[in-house]
């Protein structure tokens, strides 16, 4: 299960009326100069359904998708895009937080549409914990 994960990883939770990714469309990537860094593969997610994406270079034997890019601990800009036609469209990004403690767990609070901030502990395929480390409750 996801209760046992470790190393880097982003997950990505689909809105209420549920999202279909068409094939070579969607997009994440931490490189500000190369928006179509990973392509995520063609599939349908339910409404308020989880992905869940390994930040590592991993190969596709173990069944989980992964970026082929890891996460820097110092801080750095995630962005996932949609291409439509020629041109790349910002769905979504986030600046993470440097990293000072080993660990860093980070999402979204108020049902995935809050501000970005540290969580207490990771809950993956799960809401986010609405705990926060209370040096970051201001931070957005």
Same mark, same amino acid.
């Given at each position: 299960?996801?209760? /046992?994960?470790?190393?880097?990883?982003?997950?990505?939770?689909?809105?209420?009326?549920?999202?279909?990714?068409?094939?070579?469309?969607?997009?994440?990537? /931490?490189?500000?100069?190369?928006?179509?860094?990973?392509?995520?593969?063609?599939?349908?997610?339910?409404?308020?359904?989880?992905?869940? $994406?390994?930040?590592?270079?991993?190969?596709?034997?173990?069944?989980? $998708?992964?970026?082929?890019?890891?996460?820097?601990?110092?801080?750095?800009?995630?962005?996932?895009?949609?291409?439509?036609?020629?041109?790349?469209?910002?769905? /979504?990004?986030?600046? $993470?937080?440097?990293?000072?403690?080993?660990?860093?767990?980070?999402?979204?609070?108020?049902?995935?549409?809050?501000?970005?901030?540290?969580?207490?502990?990771?809950?993956?395929?799960?809401?986010?914990?609405?705990?926060?480390?209370?040096?970051?409750?201001?931070?957005?």
């Amino acid at each position: 299960g996801h209760k /046992d994960l470790t190393g880097d990883w982003i997950e990505l939770q689909a809105g209420e009326s549920g999202i279909v990714m068409d094939g070579d469309e969607w997009y994440v990537s /931490d490189d500000p100069h190369d928006p179509l860094r990973f392509t995520l593969p063609p599939m349908e997610l339910a409404p308020r359904a989880y992905l869940l $994406l390994r930040c590592d270079e991993g190969g596709k034997e173990d069944g989980a $998708l992964h970026t082929g890019f890891r996460l820097s601990s110092g801080g750095e800009r995630v962005t996932l895009a949609r291409k439509v036609g020629d041109r790349v469209v910002l769905v /979504d990004a986030v600046e $993470l937080f440097p990293i000072d403690h080993g660990h860093s767990t980070q999402g979204r609070v108020d049902g995935g549409t809050g501000a970005w901030v540290h969580l207490e502990a990771a809950t993956p395929g799960e809401p986010n914990s609405e705990a926060v480390h209370a040096d970051e409750e201001e931070k957005e």
